[in-house]
């Protein structure tokens, strides 16, 4: 049986043919896009950005450098504490793709280990599960101030700048934001999170400013019914929670859709 891993040479001297292992470089020579690549890219990305027809450029252009534009939490040892001698705590899975999870919150105290105003979030941040199983890449926008809540380890805070971030939050939700960040997880590495570098070489069209306004109106109008589903659940109101926060992603995969016709030039905006 022939080993695709090793090759065949003549031994001049003694006129036979023997074999020898191959070299790294000979086998990436011959299968570049192979997983020895640890940007191995997957064929089914290839076309990707073909449909797409507005001008790209990458989302790290948008985004504040250094920790002011993007930084995950502390990664001192966690500590907890009582709500009202604390600051919130968000863990992955609190991240709701509609919104935050208030409710569930966790507390850690104010000043304390896992604290910092590089952690704290505000109004207009994105926030994103960098890690998580089965909570890795959901994200929210806070669309109202919140009161002191900081990021964990497992999510990032993004602040970006000429460019509307709740149009960045539904991009990254739609099939070419999705996709970008599974082809940028589907290296030999096999990681299951995604770090500042691969959120920066995201490509993002350039929406015209006044459709990027109309999916941040758009985008504000779910989140009042996340709000309430969140308000319902603190009062126990599962009805209330199940019908408000199904009508908040139901509104969300709808703005998604027009946002992605958008992009394709189907249609001229989302409203």
């Known amino acids: 049986m022939t080993n695709s891993n090793s090759k065949q040479i003549v031994d001049e001297k003694n006129g036979v043919m023997i074999r020898v292992d191959k070299t790294l470089k000979e086998m990436m020579d011959e299968k570049p896009s192979s997983r020895w690549d640890v940007d191995y890219w997957q064929p089914r990305f290839d076309s990707l950005f073909n449909d797409i027809k507005f001008k790209l450029q ?17 990664t001192k040892p966690r ?11 968000i863990k992955s899975v609190n991240v709701r793709n509609t919104g935050l999870d208030t409710v569930n919150i966790f507390w850690t105290p104010e000043g304390g280990n896992l604290d910092g105003k590089q952690y704290r979030i505000k109004i207009d941040d994105i926030i994103m599960n960098k890690s998580g199983t089965g909570t890795f890449g959901r994200l929210f926008v806070v669309i109202k ?19 509307s971030p709740y149009f960045v939050a539904v991009y990254l939700q739609s099939n070419h934001g999705i996709n970008q960040i599974l082809r940028l ?7 299951v999170h995604i770090d500042f570098e691969d959120i920066k ?4 069209p350039m929406l015209p400013r006044e459709i990027q306004e109309q999916v941040s ?19 126990n109101n599962e009805s209330e929670y199940q019908r408000n926060l199904k009508t908040a992603e139901e509104m969300l995969n709808n703005l998604i859709k027009k946002t992605e016709q958008v992009i394709r030039g189907e249609r001229k905006d989302v409203v």
């Not at 070489?201 to 993002?204: A, N, Q, V």
Request: proline residues 1%; glycine residues 12%.
């Open 58 to 74: 990458i989302l790290g252009d948008f985004i504040f450098p250094g920790t002011k534009g993007i930084t995950y939490g502390s």
């Open 79 to 89: 500590e907890w504490s009582k709500k009202e001698n604390g600051v919130g705590y």
């Open 185 to 191: 997880t589907a290296g030999v590495s096999g990681q």
């Open 217 to 235: 109106n758009e985008y504000k109008k779910l989140a009042e019914y996340h709000e309430k589903a969140m308000e319902a659940k603190k009062e």
């Open 201 to 204: 070489s995201i490509k993002i």
């Open 145 to 163: 101030e919140l009161g002191k809540i900081v990021v964990s380890q497992d999510t990032m805070r993004i602040r970006v700048k000429g460019i």
